[in-house]
């Protein structure tokens, strides 16, 4: 999971970028970076740390340009490195940069492929620079090809044609082509979400693509659509639009995760409204809930902050149970979902939320949360109600059981790390300490986004059911990814770049 931005305006876009990666930071907290581009000159400052403490007022003045990209990013694998925050950069052929949201499932061949048939040079672990490589790489065929002394949009269209052949998994990136203008695309299956809009200044149309709707109503921007799965969108510095279906086949896949979780509720992603769907889910899990314990005798509902607020209050109304805000949440610290490390993850629950002890006082209570992966904010949570004086704590989960590593750009841990693998429900819900516990059903699940759009039949669902849509994962990929992804292995890269970062702030 990352955020991205593009944007070509008529006036300085420094700010504008800064300021929508402040809208989508939930989207990623481990490095920021904005790169722009004036009189064919590309500018960049990118690092570790959220975009406050990345980039400063001092960096702002050095980063000049009506085009140019932003990203905020957390590692799904691999050293979580300064040298691996993006924009990246390749100067052949035009200047090409990219700022990638997604996983290449086929990046290991590609690099030897990168490295051997096309002579290209990787210097990071990335499989967002590979993308930008094979870009470039097919790019830069097509031109010679055509003898061409200026690109056309018709090349570039060709190209990610190309590389949509190449390259399999997830991704929606955006990339700026240096003096020409920013690309937008999205993979055939549109795994990952990017949006685009419009807003009219003095000067003329601009135009920005983000990776949640949110980034663009901040800024006055007036929603265009969705960049769909397989097209490509390209924007030049004079303003003209170009749209083009790059995919042979493209199937409309969103990830699910995306409107259970990752997505802010006010963002509208793939036509859905995340709020809408939010609330759909809470209502087919009280229509679970009432069938299988029609007699329950659930006091409180109580939602586990923040993304559960919206089902939680939905839930609460259809089974006639009060709803109230039992823990304060601590907005200083960071997502736990993201945090490597078992132990620094359950400090951070702790530092993270408090119980208000007059909610839960002699009361049976329902927690409700979005999912459980882990397991170890859910456990933490119903010892909390419980020291708070719940006489009995129940859990609902608002997706079905977390029982599958994700491989398209959400940092599921190791399926070894995932409470749900070789659980059942009530297996689960004893590890964690609840009375009872119950999950959203998977169809109930796709019942509840399609109402709001029913135009979309598929869903990337593979955390849940163990389908991986590329058909190109198989137990040995997954068991690499294991060893990538696992506690163990994230610590120990923590460890080792923690003084690098620090050398980096202090030197700044």
Known sequence: MCG?????AKSQVNQDIYDALIMIQHRGQDAAGIMT???????????????????????????????????????????????????????????????????????????????????????????????????????????????????????????????????????????????????????????????????????????????????LDALGYKIEGDVLPGEAIFISTEGEIFREQCADLPLTSPCLFEYVYLSRPDSIINGISVYEARLRMGETLAAKILAEFPDHDIEVVVPIPDTSRTAALALARDIGVPYLEGFVKNSYIGRTFIMPGQAQRKKSVKQKLNAIEVVFKNKNVLLVDDSIVRG???????????????????????APEVAYPNVYGIDMPAVSELIAHNRNAKEIGETIGADWIIFQELFALYQALQSCNPHIKH??????????????????????????????????????????????????
């Open 4 to 8: 991205i931005i593009g944007t070509v």
């Open 459 to 508: 869903f990337e669902d593979c955390v849940f059911s163990g389908n991986y849509i590329t058909q190109d994962v198989d137990a040995a990929y997954l068991a690499k990814l294991e060893e990538r992804r696992n506690d163990k292995t994230k610590v120990a890269m923590m460890q080792m770049v923690n003084n690098q970062i620090i050398e980096t702030h202090n030197s700044d």
């Open 376 to 398: 170890t904010t859910s456990k933490k949570v119903i010892e909390m109600a419980r020291e708070a004086g719940a006489k009995k704590v129940y859990f609902a989960s608002v």
């Open 37 to 215: 581009c004036e009189a064919n000159k590309v500018f960049l400052r990118k690092g570790n740390g959220l975009v406050r403490e990345t980039i400063r007022a001092s960096h702002m003045l050095l980063l000049p340009g009506n085009m140019g990209l932003g990203h905020v990013r957390y590692p799904t694998a691999g050293t979580p490195s300064p040298s691996e925050a993006q924009p990246f950069y390749v100067n052949s052929p035009y200047g090409l940069c990219i700022a990638h949201n997604g996983n290449l499932t086929n990046a290991e061949e590609l690099k030897k492929d990168l490295l051997k048939a096309d002579r290209r040079h990787l210097n990071t672990d990335s499989d967002s620079e590979v993308l930008l490589n094979v870009f470039a790489h097919e790019l830069q065929a097509i031109s010679d090809q055509k003898s061409q002394l200026k690109l056309t949009p018709d090349s570039i269209f060709q190209a990610v044609g190309a590389l949509h052949k190449r390259c399999r998994g997830a991704y929606a990136a955006v990339m700026m082509i240096v003096g020409y203008g920013i690309l937008a695309f999205r993979d055939p299956h549109g795994i990952r979400p990017l949006i685009w809009g419009s807003r009219e200044s003095k000067l003329g149309f601009e135009y920005m693509v983000a990776s949640e709707s949110v980034a």
